[in-house]
């Protein structure tokens, strides 16, 4: 595997590998739901590109930038024996030059649910992404279904901007209780985990009764601090919740009987 840290590092090695680029962009402390999507990076392309970077301007001055998991070693060598062809790791002045003022703002699929609570977010993701996809200019660009509005966000990204760039959504890694996985499940207690893996039970079944508001009493019974919403939107119900200083999100699709 390749690193590179610089847009003309990334440029240099792409002419050394040639053929569909697939990419992955994360903010590593990687586990197996990125490890899946490598997988489907590499069975829709011929070389895969995963970036690791910690985006600061997706989070908000009171959250998580400076304690989030970094395991720059770690992530290396999985993603070595994963067979990526090139690791991107840029530094903050790479991503964002003395002088980047060309920023884009996160359009209708933002609006509501997590922008109700983390109002940065988006705009944040969309000018990363948008950063990421002119260093790498991949074919095909890989991102969770874990993170289903930030996933729609991107598409209509693609879409307003016009980029040549496929955009594939992949299904959610799970747990054996079904806990989506996560790099922030790491600051999760044991008893804390406990209650995490009841999030995506009341998901489903709110799934089939559609019955939110008993979602979020049935979620603070069950040990969560807050709920921040649980919604329905494309065909999925979406959540968020808090147990203790974590903060969750999770999404399960509608199947109507
Ligand atoms: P992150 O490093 O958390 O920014 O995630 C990088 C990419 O991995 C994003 O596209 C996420 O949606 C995706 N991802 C994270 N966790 C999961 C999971 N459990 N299942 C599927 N995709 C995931």
């Known amino acids: 595997m390749q690193i590179a840290k610089t847009f003309d590092d990334i440029n240099s090695l792409k002419k050394e590998n040639p053929g569909r680029i697939a990419f992955v962009p994360t903010m590593g402390a990687l586990h197996k739901g990125h490890l899946s999507l490598i997988q489907l990076a590499k069975n829709h392309g011929d070389q895969v590109i995963v970036s690791i970077f910690v985006n600061p301007t997706q989070f908000a001055p009171n959250e998580d930038f400076d304690s989030y998991p970094r395991d720059i070693e770690k992530d290396a060598k999985m993603l070595s ?112 985990l406990k209650i995490a893996r009841t999030l995506n039970v009341v998901l489903r079944n709110t799934a089939i009764t559609k019955d939110y508001e008993t979602a979020k009493s049935r979620l603070l019974s069950n040990g969560f601090d807050k709920v921040d919403y649980i919604k329905q939107r494309w065909g999925r119900v979406l959540g968020a919740a808090w147990v203790g200083g974590t903060r969750l999100i999770d999404n399960v699709e509608i199947t109507d009987f």
């Open 81 to 192: 024996s994963e067979g990526v062809n090139i690791l991107f790791i840029p530094t903050n002045e790479v991503i964002y030059p003395n002088g980047y003022n060309s920023e884009i703002k996160a359009k209708e699929a933002a609006k509501g649910l997590e922008t109700d609570f983390r109002p940065h977010f988006f705009d944040g993701v969309v000018n990363v992404v948008n950063r990421l996809f002119s260093a790498v200019k991949p074919d095909i660009a890989i991102f969770g279904e874990k993170d289903f509005q930030q996933l729609q966000v991107i598409r209509e990204m693609v879409e307003t901007l016009n980029l040549p760039i496929e955009i594939i959504g992949a299904p959610i890694a799970r747990d054996e209780y079904g806990l989506a996985l996560s790099s922030r499940n790491t600051y999760l207690s044991k008893d804390e």
